[in-house]
C-alpha cells in the first residue's frame, strides 16, 4: 500500500525539504552521504528513477495519488508521499512549473572523468559556467545533438540545482557527466585521454565550425566558457583549435546555451 500522508499546513516540517532548504543545505556538504536534490515534474521524476536515483519522499497535489503520480509512486514502495490541496502547494515558489509533483532524492556518487570519456567520441566541456538556466539548457542540447558525455569544472553551476535539472528536462540524468579531478590541469586530462579540443572563442584567426577537420576529428571535446566573459585566455591557447559560429547581420556572438545548440548539432555529426 503507498504510504501517502496528507499535508494541510504549509509550515509542516515534512515541507521543509521541498520549501524552506536552500540549495547549499541540500547538498550537505558536511555529510555528502545525505545530501539530496530535487526532481520536479512527472517526466524529470521518472528520467532520475531510470538513472537509479534513490528516493526520499514525493510531495504532490491530492489528486495526483491516484492518477498520473501513481506509476512512480508503484515504482517507490514504502517512500513517504506527502499530498497537499493546491491551495498549500502554492505557496512554494514556481510550484506551477513542477506538473503538480516534487520528488526529494539522493544525490548519486559521482564517475570520475576517466570514466565518463571511456568510450567516447564527443564531449561537451564546461569552463566556469554559472547560471544553472544555461547549464540545464546545455545539457538538453547535448543529450539530443549527439554529444556523449559532459565534463565540467568545479567553479562552475551544479547540474543538480533545482532550476537546473528542471529546464535540462531530466537529461542531467541520461548523459553522462563528471567534474575534472583536481591536481591536473584540465585541458592536460583532456589530452592524457586521447581527446583534441575545440575552443568556442570570437577570434579572427578561428575554424569556421563547418570546417571538415573537426568532423573528422576521432575524439573531440567542444569546450564552452562562462557567461560573459566566455573562455579564458589561457584555455583558448591550451586547446588545439579555436572554433567560431558565422553570423549575420553584425551580432557578435550568442548566449552560451545557444551556441552550444548550434556548436553540438554541427559537431555532433561524426565523419
Not at 526529494?104 to 565518463?116: D, I, K, T, Y
Not at 547549464?135 to 545533438?145: E, Q, W, Y
Not at 557578435?252 to 556548436?263: C, E, I
Request: proline share 7%; glycine share 6%; charged share 25%.
Amino acid at each position: 500500500m503507498p504510504n501517502i500522508i496528507e499535508i494541510r499546513d504549509f509550515s509542516a516540517p515534512e515541507l521543509d525539504v521541498y520549501a524552506r532548504l536552500t540549495e547549499n543545505q541540500l547538498v550537505c556538504r558536511r555529510d555528502p552521504s545525505q545530501a539530496l536534490f530535487i526532481a520536479e515534474s512527472p517526466v524529470v521524476i521518472e528520467r532520475a528513477l531510470d538513472a537509479g536515483c534513490a528516493p526520499v519522499s514525493f510531495l504532490m497535489e491530492t489528486k495526483h495519488a491516484s492518477g498520473k503520480g501513481r506509476p512512480l509512486i508503484a515504482r517507490c514502495p514504502g517512500i513517504p508521499v506527502y499530498t497537499a490541496p493546491l491551495e498549500v502547494l502554492t505557496q512554494l515558489t514556481g510550484f506551477h512549473l513542477t506538473r503538480g509533483m516534487l520528488c526529494a532524492m539522493r544525490r548519486p556518487a559521482l564517475p570520475s572523468a576517466e570514466e565518463v570519456c571511456r568510450g567516447a567520441r564527443r564531449l561537451a566541456v564546461l569552463e566556469n559556467v554559472m547560471n544553472p538556466t544555461n547549464i540545464g539548457a546545455i545539457f538538453r542540447s547535448a543529450a539530443a545533438l549527439g554529444m556523449d558525455a559532459l565534463l565540467l569544472t568545479d567553479e562552475g553551476s551544479d547540474p543538480l540545482y533545482r532550476r537546473a535539472i528542471r529546464v535540462s528536462m531530466g537529461t542531467v540524468f541520461q548523459l553522462p557527466w563528471a567534474y575534472f579531478p583536481s591536481g591536473e590541469p584540465w585541458t592536460q586530462t583532456l589530452r592524457r585521454l586521447g581527446f583534441r579540443t575545440a575552443a568556442m572563442a570570437l577570434k579572427e584567426d578561428s575554424l569556421r565550425l563547418d570546417d571538415p577537420r573537426l568532423r573528422e576529428c576521432e575524439k573531440l571535446a567542444v569546450v564552452l566558457g562562462t557567461e560573459g566573459d566566455g573562455l579564458a585566455a589561457s584555455t583558448i591557447a591550451d586547446c588545439d583549435w579555436t572554433v567560431r559560429i558565422p553570423m549575420a547581420h553584425g551580432v557578435d556572438s550568442l548566449n552560451v546555451a545557444a551556441a552550444s545548440a548550434v556548436a553540438f548539432w554541427e559537431l555532433g555529426k561524426r565523419a
